[in-house]
């Protein structure tokens, strides 16, 4: 749990300090410096904001009863799901003009006058980063490690961000947001696995826990079947029995299970509902995960390479032909044309240092 809430803290932290010191060097540009302590109340509602909804969703729940319980952490966790993977997608496809946004909604903020507009998009924008944050540590809540590596994150990314502000380290962020968010991808899989199996324990989703006979049980001994073969034919644990059953070779709260759980949403028991939506979500997401990457790194590249091509040089203009009827420039009785009635070299289109000049005067003059 330490590590999957260590990279969701420094993830989402980042992405925070990002937009904050956005705000911030905007404001100071334009000089109004004014600003910054407002920029700094957002901030900071946002964050007493986030650690609120944390405890009510946390103390709150204890008085309900298991189900209820169950329910809201389930339906809690579908939302999780939902929001990481929307920021995930947002952060790819506009992460290129984030600062150009950013900028163009602070000098509309700052075109009001006071400045508090410029609080109120560092509220939102810090604070969906803390909701989205909050929703899914959530169910990691009665576990010390978790909070430790969330902290640890979110302390790195703002450290990081202030170095980036004060541009004493670059770091390529298109990079760390493409395997960061690949990471929060087979998180929020874990977490919608999570999801359906609280739901399946509140009985609003069929499996183990609905009984006879929506349960695959075996009729002798009343056991829930588990994995492919396991009763009177072949799959008849599915789609409501157990996938697979690892608990007497693996210890549930052992370091192996706990890091499984906390990366890949791996349980040492897990329904077959609970797999079919881990494997689906990642079968749907994953692919137009690393197809959005792949574009934006073409396009990245393509960005790159107009900005190292040198300009091309206009071509040299084609050599005006001579018309057969011209006029022919005076020759004085001498056998060199009169340069004062000369045709300029330019006005045909040629130039002294081309062949075809000499061929031109000679072909008026010869006749």
């Known amino acids: 749990?330490?590590?999957?809430?260590?990279?969701?803290?420094?993830?989402?932290?980042?992405?925070?300090?990002?937009?904050?010191?956005?705000?911030?060097?905007?404001v100071r540009k334009r000089g109004r410096d004014d600003v910054v302590p407002r920029i700094g109340?957002?901030?900071?509602?946002?964050?007493?904001?986030?650690l609120a909804l944390g405890a009510i969703l946390t103390f709150g729940a204890y008085g309900l009863s298991f189900q209820g319980q169950e329910i809201i952490g389930g339906l809690m966790s579908l939302v999780a799901v939902g929001m990481v993977t929307w920021m995930v997608f947002w952060m790819m496809r506009t992460g290129h003009r984030l600062?150009?946004?950013?900028?163009?909604?602070?000098?509309?903020?700052?075109?009001?006058?006071s400045g508090w507009a410029i609080a109120w998009i560092a509220f939102i924008s810090v604070g969906r980063e803390g909701i989205e944050t909050t929703l899914m540590l959530w169910g990691w809540a009665g576990q010390p490690e978790a909070l430790l590596g969330a902290l640890v994150g979110i302390g790195v990314a703002a450290g990081i961000g202030y170095l980036l502000y004060r541009g004493m380290v670059r770091i390529n962020l298109g990079t760390f947001f493409a395997w960061t968010g690949?990471?929060?991808?087979?998180?929020?899989?874990?977490?919608?696995?999570?999801?359906i199996h609280d739901l399946q324990e509140a009985a609003i989703l069929p499996g183990p826990f609905s009984g006879h006979p929506i349960t695959p049980t075996d009729l002798r001994t009343g056991e829930v079947l588990v994995g492919l073969?396991?009763?009177?034919?072949?799959?008849?644990?599915?789609?409501?029995?157990?996938?697979?059953?690892?608990?007497?070779?693996?210890?549930?709260?052992?370091?192996?299970?706990t890091f499984l759980k906390g990366t890949v949403g791996f349980t040492p028991q897990m329904s077959w509902l609970e797999v079919t939506a881990w494997a689906i979500y990642?079968?749907?997401?994953?692919?137009?995960?690393l197809i959005r990457v792949h574009r934006n790194r073409v396009a990245r590249m393509a960005r790159l390479a107009a900005v190292?091509?040198?300009?091309?040089?206009?071509?040299?203009?084609?050599?005006?032909?001579?018309?057969?009827?011209?006029?022919?420039?005076?020759?004085?009785?001498?056998?060199?044309?009169?340069?004062?009635?000369?045709?300029?070299?330019?006005?045909?289109?040629?130039?002294r240092d081309d062949p075809a000049a000499d061929l031109a005067i000679d072909e008026r003059t010869s006749s």
């Open 1 to 26: 749990m330490f590590l999957a809430s260590l990279l969701i803290g420094l993830r989402e932290g980042l992405e925070a300090s990002l937009i904050v010191g956005i705000l911030i060097a905007y």
């Open 41 to 50: 109340w957002g901030v900071a509602i946002a964050i007493v904001g986030s």
């Open 99 to 113: 600062k150009a946004e950013l900028e163009g909604e602070a000098a509309e903020a700052l075109a009001l006058g």
């Open 182 to 195: 690949a990471f929060l991808i087979i998180v929020a899989a874990g977490i919608l696995a999570y999801g």
């Open 229 to 257: 073969t396991d009763g009177p034919h072949w799959l008849a644990a599915f789609p409501f029995g157990w996938a697979f059953d690892l608990s007497d070779s693996m210890d549930p709260s052992g370091l192996v299970a």
């Open 282 to 289: 990642l079968a749907e997401v994953m692919p137009r995960f």
């Open 308 to 351: 190292a091509t040198p300009a091309v040089a206009d071509p040299v203009p084609a050599i005006a032909p001579v018309p057969a009827d011209a006029a022919l420039p005076a020759t004085n009785g001498s056998s060199r044309p009169s340069l004062a009635n000369a045709v300029p070299l330019r006005d045909a289109g040629l130039r």
